[in-house]
């Protein structure tokens, strides 16, 4: 779509995106207004909402468009990678820098720079930010050159970056840069009718992918996908139907082909804790329920290979969440009782500082 369209029809599907439903008609409007300016845009919606979908399509619809849009996930990396990843380096600037580095934000110059995870970002790195977007320029790690740059940056935080100011973990100077023109992804479960049409788009997709014809939906399975709420919105629904496909055997999808969480099987949801949020614990989730149903035989199994993996896992999003069992729990998609059974299993319960009557925080 092009500039002149763009400035008479604001509502409506944007190109690469779906979904018809009224609140994404409202995102598809605050898309299409903010692409004309050059202003700072914020994105904010929970996990797997689509925000770098939205970054693309603000570069895409503005005159930055034949410019570079450079992606950069601020919560991948330590503080001081991220120092060099964004700014650059010198040669000699630190033990690993043997030659000049060009940084993201330089590399993109006349284009859209996308900083997913704004909120991870430590207070050292908020000034520099704060800096490039008030004066438009930086030095590279090490180097006493200043570097002038013309970027356009799109944030996006999947947490609540007032509440992060208020408590003393994000500076309130750059929220406010950041946050001219803010844009609000609403999850899954608020979508309505756009899950079958996810769904079957999902479906094209990995059908051709693999090489498979799965074109029909059984009422049942699509009556599950329509009831369920989604804690991982639609990169969770990617997930699923990806995992379907590949282990169909017939012609459609069934709701046998879906997770015990989705189809409505309780005592698998509770006991099933981890959701697919990458690969490997997609796989680990598909283990876990299949040993739910395996024969008898099969415990051992479950004890050798399932518990550890599970285990680990826990620990890992316990340490990524500061050991808070509210949090985890929310990212986990279960709630925290759940997660606290799991942690007295697993002897973790005591490990976190915290008692399982922890409040919400």
């Given amino acids: 779509m092009n500039a002149t369209t763009m400035h008479t029809d604001t509502r409506g599907p944007i190109e690469g995106l779906i979904g018809v439903s009224d609140v994404m008609q409202d995102v598809y409007e605050l898309t299409r207004l903010a692409a004309r300016s050059s202003a700072s845009v914020l994105l904010l919606g929970e996990t797997g909402t689509g925000k770098e979908l939205i970054a693309s399509a603000l570069h895409q619809l503005s005159d930055r468009a034949s410019g570079p849009f450079v992606r950069v996930n601020c919560g991948a990396l330590t503080e001081s990678l991220l120092d060099s990843e964004l700014f650059g380096h010198v040669k000699g600037s630190f033990t690993d820098a043997i030659r000049d580095r060009t940084g993201r934000f330089e590399a993109a110059h006349g284009g859209t720079i996308f900083l997913d995870e704004i909120n991870s970002t430590s207070s ?4 520099k930010l704060l800096r490039v977007l008030q004066e438009r320029e930086f030095e590279r790690v090490g180097d006493t050159r200043t570097i002038q740059v013309d970027v356009r940056v799109v944030a996006a935080s999947n947490c609540d970056l007032s509440k992060e100011v208020t408590e003393g973990n994000f500076r309130e100077d750059l929220f406010w840069r950041l946050n001219v023109l803010p844009v609000y992804l609403p999850p899954l479960r608020r979508r309505g009718r756009d899950i079958e049409l996810l769904v079957r788009h999902f479906l094209r997709v990995y059908s051709l992918a693999n090489d498979r014809q799965i074109d029909v939906i059984h009422p049942d399975a699509l009556s599950a996908l329509l009831a369920y709420s989604w804690p991982g919105n639609v990169r969770e629904l990617q997930n699923y139907i990806e995992r379907a496909i590949v282990l169909c055997q017939g012609d459609q999808l069934v709701p046998e082909l879906l997770p ?11 006991t099933a804790v981890f959701r697919p949020t990458d690969d490997q614990s997609l796989i680990r989730e598909f283990v876990y329920s299949r040993l739910s149903k395996a024969e008898e035989k099969a415990q051992d199994l479950h004890k ?4 550890p993996v599970e285990k680990e896992l826990l620990q ?22 759940t997660l606290y059974k799991k942690m007295v299993e697993y002897g973790l319960a005591k490990t976190n500082g915290k008692s399982s009557s922890e409040s919400n925080s």
């Fill in 316 to 337: 890992q999003i316990l340490q990524s969440c500061n050991q808070t069992q509210t949090k985890a729990a929310t990212r986990l998609g279960i709630n925290r009782n």
């Fill in 124 to 127: 050292t790195l908020q000034v």
């Fill in 304 to 307: 050798q290979i399932v518990e």
């Fill in 260 to 270: 015990d969480a989705v189809i409505g099987d309780s005592k698998a949801a509770q």
